[in-house]
């Protein structure tokens, strides 16, 4: 079986079962130092306790998953705190919420994640555009529930008047599925970029996970460790590169945590690689912060 995959606008034919000798990104050698990393992270900007991370991208993508992903490889086991639905085909996450992971009862790790509605091809359904952009800036209050129909504004419950520099976004991750990033619409795509857009305006860094790596690439569903040894899995990335300009070194490949019941080192390695790459933009942004 094989697949087209988009190269600077051009549509290249590509069997997804071909391996480079050598991965194009080492992770599973400095999973054990990635992970030192990110378990001792602590924001050198003293007025942080929390970094915070926004997922988001089109509905299904694996947001929640991720999340629950991070939260499995700190617990050394299987976690699901963020609510997932494989069968629905509109967002299952509604409300606003912020993922905390603790070391212990007393302590967090000194990073947080928040989840948001997914973007939808139609324009009313789905997260509306403007709300993930009230949400950078920290206007979008815990706990406040999308409204496809309605875009959050000023005076509305829900709306966070005057948040601090700990309620707005440190990172802005993109979330997609490595198996449809040649099949996204154009309308899916506005949205994502319009979204990037209006970070960069802010000066959040951005970066993108690519997601379901094993259901886009049949070597990696036969063993994870071949992630970034596809050359189908390197296209998708740098298709993907072209379509939101997002730099190569800021897209990774990661396989959730959704059939599996027991720790997995190689799904662990990816894992763990990027969100140590969000934690190092994330404190540069804070580090260049006029408090």
Same mark, same amino acid.
């Given at each position: 079986?094989?697949?087209?995959?988009?190269?600077?606008? &051009?549509?290249?034919?590509l069997?997804?079962?071909?391996?480079?000798?050598?991965?194009?990104?080492?992770v599973?050698?400095?999973?054990q130092?990635?992970?030192? @990393?990110?378990?001792?992270?602590q924001?050198?900007?003293?007025?942080?306790?929390?970094?915070?991370?926004?997922?988001?991208?089109?509905?299904?993508?694996?947001?929640?998953?991720?999340?629950?992903?991070?939260?499995?490889?700190?617990?050394?086991?299987?976690a699901?705190?963020?609510?997932?639905?494989?069968?629905?085909?509109?967002?299952?996450?509604? /409300?606003y919420?912020?993922?905390?992971?603790?070391?212990?009862?007393?302590?967090?790790?000194?990073?947080?994640?928040?989840?948001?509605?997914?973007?939808?091809?139609?324009?009313?359904?789905?997260?509306?555009?403007?709300?993930?952009?009230?949400?950078l800036?920290?206007?979008?209050?815990?706990?406040? /529930? @999308?409204?496809?129909?309605?875009?959050?504004?000023?005076?509305?419950?829900?709306?966070?008047?005057?948040?601090? +520099?700990?309620?707005?976004?440190?990172?802005?991750?993109? &979330?997609?599925?490595?198996?449809?990033?040649?099949?996204?619409?154009?309308?899916?795509? %506005?949205?994502?970029?319009?979204?990037?857009?209006? !970070?960069?305006?802010?000066?959040?860094?951005?970066? !993108?996970?690519?997601?379901? &790596?094993? %259901?886009?690439?049949?070597? &990696?569903?036969?063993?994870?460790?071949?992630?970034? /040894?596809?050359?189908?899995?390197?296209?998708?990335?740098?298709? @993907?590169?072209?379509?939101?300009?997002?730099?190569?070194?800021?897209?990774? +490949?990661?396989?959730?945590?959704?059939? %599996?019941?027991?720790?997995?080192?190689?799904?662990?390695?990816?894992?763990?690689?990027?969100? /140590?790459?969000m934690?190092l933009?994330? %404190?540069? @942004?804070?580090?260049?912060l006029?408090?």
């Amino acid at each position: 079986m094989s697949y087209f995959t988009a190269m600077g606008g &051009v549509w290249s034919f590509l069997a997804p079962s071909a391996l480079l000798e050598q991965p194009w990104r080492e992770v599973s050698e400095k999973y054990q130092s990635n992970l030192k @990393f990110v378990k001792s992270y602590q924001p050198e900007n003293k007025q942080f306790k929390h970094l915070r991370i926004l997922l988001h991208g089109p509905v299904g993508a694996g947001k929640s998953s991720f999340i629950n992903s991070v939260d499995s490889v700190l617990k050394g086991r299987s976690a699901g705190r963020a609510l997932t639905n494989a069968n629905s085909g509109s967002s299952y996450t509604r /409300k606003y919420r912020t993922f905390k992971f603790h070391k212990n009862p007393e302590a967090t790790y000194s990073f947080v994640f928040n989840d948001i509605m997914g973007f939808e091809k139609d324009s009313d359904r789905g997260v509306p555009v403007e709300d993930v952009k009230l949400a950078l800036r920290g206007h979008v209050k815990e706990g406040y /529930k @999308f409204d496809p129909d309605q875009e959050l504004k000023e005076g509305v419950d829900g709306y966070n008047s005057d948040p601090t +520099l700990e309620e707005k976004v440190h990172v802005l991750v993109c &979330v997609v599925r490595a198996d449809t990033v040649s099949g996204l619409s154009d309308e899916m795509v %506005e949205k994502m970029r319009e979204v990037r857009v209006s !970070a960069s305006e802010l000066g959040i860094p951005q970066l !993108a996970i690519l997601t379901r &790596v094993d %259901e886009a690439c049949p070597e &990696v569903k036969k063993d994870t460790s071949n992630i970034y /040894k596809s050359k189908y899995l390197k296209e998708k990335v740098e298709g @993907f590169h072209h379509l939101l300009g997002i730099p190569l070194n800021c897209i990774f +490949l990661v396989k959730n945590y959704t059939e %599996e019941i027991e720790p997995n080192d190689k799904m662990n390695a990816a894992i763990v690689c990027a969100l /140590k790459h969000m934690l190092l933009y994330g %404190e540069d @942004f804070l580090n260049d912060l006029e408090t």
